[in-house]
């Protein structure tokens, strides 16, 4: 790792000379768990498991590097001695089994000790038992949500989306360190234990990586992958989805807080409150106007991704609901189509959101923009449908012909 | 290309029936002429590779700086996506089934290809394919934005741009096969008498091999993008797990597809290049029959390694095993080409006019994308590094410094051959300087990117990684720009220009160098006799 850091320095003094960096206006520094400022090398490693790979890539390098230099040594030479503008004459061998045979044993013996140094990495990449704490990761576009399942901590569910603000992206202000690497809510585990990461997707296919981990693992709809780390130091590591997903792919980071032991645990207290505070009193009283309010949070939290802010979606992938009829129709459908989403479309069920924000995002559709019915959905109305029958829910939530 | 005209064909040799072409557009619509054909396909392929190029040059505009620039997200996955398509499937593959179509009748003396009106329909199925692929940007949704590889689930939730990007890849695929049936009909039943298997050019025995990769896996293709239309519009779920499918098979398929496809497009640059690189050593290429043997176990080994894309999806660690040593074993009859070239040039007497300019920044520039390759076949590396800029370079590496270096290569090689003029050297030489110049400078800093763990296909970037993309940017300007000079350079050869003989080059060999420059219509309408 030296001559890591070391390569590094030498490139950060030369490369400004070159660039036609367009960044460089702004100062910009290191990000903190995330990429340094003209990274030459894979980050510096933070489980066992990443120095594995940080070292396999180390003596990989080295052994190309020496066959690169031999064989092109060889070239060069050739290039520059055997030309006719030196008056050399051809010689006239055309072939050798003996040669032959040489440069296809030495090559094979080279990559069988290359495999046989990567064997090993690869059975401890793939050993997820025994872990301490399983998390589930689930892909959604365009956002990552987590559930704490198994060890300290479950039960802790949230969502986690990417915090940059939108003017940074436009450049209407200033990109701030952590520009598109930022997340509103972190994953948090404690340092020195074995994390199991469980990983799913809602819709299509994501990966979820942290380079400083050595982790990638694509989250692929309906089925359950694992990997797993053990991160040796406290600090916030970052990455992001890693495979294609559609138009948001770049802006779904994921951002892995690494606390010590004590401060774990006192997060996971913090949470549990959190999360009693924000169950609602199901004693309560909803008026259309409160149920508005909550529904503007809950539609930019979880619809503008698709139907946009202004409700007019992204016609034709994403349709309007400013103006549907779905939307200003009967109460039954629109709450028909959240509850079991429209088969084969990206539009998919949202039956994991409570009752009452349910209730809340569909008054908010209901009155908001052009949408004017004046009524409200109640978190009982929600409630009611939840007892209906797939046949009913498929036939109310179909799409109007 | 008027060159193929032959306005001074009736001097020479037969004299029996008409043998020159017919005039106007007609000509190139109805002809079953191998030349003719060839020159389509390689104007198609130039005119895609300048749309792609297009393409291309909108990602790095984007990408020069971080935050949103220009393009949305949408479009942006659109750029990414149509620059691979049209890439792959408009433009390397074509030209390459451009040179088998002016190349292979000429090099094992057959008057021309075995089923000559196939190999019109062949051609002439392609610009319906490209304008489909074209007109895709502008239907409601625009064109698919799924990236190259088309991986469902996404491909299902795309727009009509889907649909019809999946029609030019069936057509395409059908082109693909007929031409590939062509060619191994041809090159095995109409060589000239005395000219044995073993005796045979390595262009034609690698375009041997690639066809029957083609012929093997474009209906696997074929498949798997089928199965996309019907999830998409006939309600059955291959790739949907809430119907009982699995998205991970369409991996599988693709890739299956897919692995074989990168030695499709490399395979002929290895013929074009052991043609080049003994021309001039003016030598004899070192193991002709060591070449032949590798290029066959490079297709064998290609048809047991298509899962070394996969190794995020999660397989078992036996699976990630297999897949790590088969890959790595395929570095072992490649490592052998590379070293046959350079036994071909030590002890030569080399001079080097443009196509060895090219060859030999083939060879040098192909064998590090070979290296990052082997760096990807190891496991765990690749869980790195997959879907990063590393993957990027690498396959820039190979495709751009690899088969398209050999395109030029074998272009400015033939091209005496194809227009009976010498192009303009010191144009060439430009041509040559400034693609690699620039090829390094767009490529070679994505290696730093991705190993930073800069993932691919994304619009905006952390600003960490500004300064290397912004090189990037300035690199890929400097290259597509480079690009114009090739054609300057291929008009100015079919305008005018030095005559050339027979055999314009010292150490070239073959039948092909045999017919009079530029190759009349009709050739070896008697088959020569190989001794
Ligand atoms: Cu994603």
Redesign the interface.
Known sequence: MGVAKWINKVAAAAVPALGAGAALAQAVVDMPGGPAVRQLNLPPPVTGIASQIYDLHFVMLGICAVIFVAVFGVMFYSVFAHRKSKGHKPADFHESTAVEIAWTVVPMIIVIVMAALATKTVLAMKDTSNADITIKATGYQWKWGYDYVKGEGEGISFFSSLSTPREQIEGKAPKGVNYMLEVDNEVVVPVGRKIRILTTAQDVIHAWMIPAFGVKQDAIPGFIRDTWFKAEKVGVYRGQCAELCGKEHGFMPIVVNVKTEADYTKWVEEQKKLMAAKMDDPNKQWTQAELIARGEKVYAATCVACHQASGKGTPPAFPPLDGAKVVQGPKDNPIAVLLNGRQGTAMASFKSLSDVELAAVLTYTRNSWGNKTGDAVMPADIKAAKAWDAAKLNQLSAKAQ | MSAVLDQHGHSHGHDDHHHGPPSGLMRWVMTTNHKDIGTLYLWFSFIMFLTGGVLALGIRMEL??????YW???FF?QLTTMHGLIMVFGAIMPAFVGFANWLIPLQIGAPDMAFARMNNWSFWLLVPAAMLLVISFFV??GAT???WTL?A??S?????GMDLGIFAMHIMGASSIMGSINIVTTILNMRAPGMTLMKMPMFCWTWLITAYLLIAVMPVLAGAITMVLTDRHF?TSFF???GGG???MYQHIFWFFGHPEVYIMILPAFGIISHVVPAF??????????MVYATSSIAILSFIVWAHHMF???M??SG??FF??AT??I??PT??K??NW???????????ETPMLFA?GF??VF??GG?TG??CA????D??I???YYVVAHFHYVLVAGSLFALFSGTYYWIPKWTGHMYDEGLGKLHFWASIIFFNITFFPMH?LG?????R???????????????AS?GAFGFGLSQLIFLVVVLKAIKGGAKVGDKPWEGAEGLEWTVPSPAPYHTFETAPQVK
């Open positions: 020069f700086q971080p935050g949103l620039q949305n997200p949408e996955n409601p949704g934005a799924a990236g991986y689930p996404l299902t939730q795309m727009g009509l309600g949907n797990a809430a699995d998205p991970v050593a003016r030598k004899q290429l070192f193991g002709y029959a060591s995020t999806t999660g078992p660690a990630q095993l790590m040593y790595m074993l570095a072992v490592g052998v590379v070293f350079i036994a071909t040039m030590w002890k030569g007497s080399m001079t080097f030999v060879i040098f064998t590090m290296f082997l760096i190891v496991t765990p590396i869980i790195q997959q879907d990063t730093f190993l930073a763990g800069m993932p296909r994304i619009p905006d970037y952390a600003t960490q990684f500004a300064d290397f993309n912004a090189i300035v």
